[in-house]
């Protein structure tokens, strides 16, 4: 999905729903896709007047039941913020705000867990003490392709290798993640 064109498309219904007293907020709001936002959905900064929403969440295949209703609501939310101003937090002015965009009045934060991007999804193993540990693709493919595919583990020594999780392994990495 566009993420920036769904911006613009929600700026555009806005301003044509709330009262014109809002509308240079509205109109003033710097829209931009991070790549480095993972925990939060996005986040709004009232006295730059700047909304920035998670690509990272809202483009990622592995998050691909993360809904288009719910990058709408994320929009609409962080929008609300920047209309009401800073200091208001998630207080009753901005949830009603909320309301008036669009968007449920509940804090971003909620949503934050959930939609945690599953980094790891390889595993590392040692030959000599059996340690395994859960690496990132990254790091896999670098185990790999290093000097006869082993990395050395600096606990004890032995040789390390990548290999896929099991399914077990899977599952029970990403109850990890959702917990952090
Ligand atoms: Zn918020
Ligand atoms: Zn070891």
Redesign the pocket.
């Known amino acids: 999905m566009n993420i920036l064109q769904r911006c613009e498309e929600i700026r555009a219904e806005l301003l044509l729903q709330l009262p014109s007293k809002f509308h240079s907020d509205l109109r003033a709001i710097q829209f931009e896709v991070s790549k480095t936002m993972t925990v939060c959905a996005g986040k709004?900064w009232p006295r730059k007047k700047l909304v920035r929403i998670s690509g990272t969440i809202f483009r990622d295949s592995r998050n691909a039941h993360r809904s288009e209703a719910q990058l709408d609501d994320t929009i609409r939310?962080?929008v609300a913020?920047v209309i009401v101003g800073p200091g208001h937090g998630?207080d009753w002015v901005w949830q009603d705000c909320a309301r008036a965009c669009g968007a449920r009045p509940e804090?971003?934060h909620n949503m934050a867990v959930t939609r945690r991007v599953i980094k790891r999804r390889q595993m590392a193993e040692c030959e000599r003490c059996n340690a395994v540990f859960p690496v990132t693709d990254r790091k896999a493919r670098r185990i790999r392709s290093s000097f006869i595919g082993l990395l050395v583990h600096t606990a004890c020594g032995g040789s390390v290798r990548a290999r896929d999780m099991t399914d077990e392994e899977r599952v029970a990495q990403i109850k990890r993640e959702l917990q952090r």
Do not use: D, F, G
Request: glycine fraction near 0%; charge should be neutral; hydrophobic fraction near 15%.
């Open positions: 709004a939310h962080e913020h998630h804090k971003c």
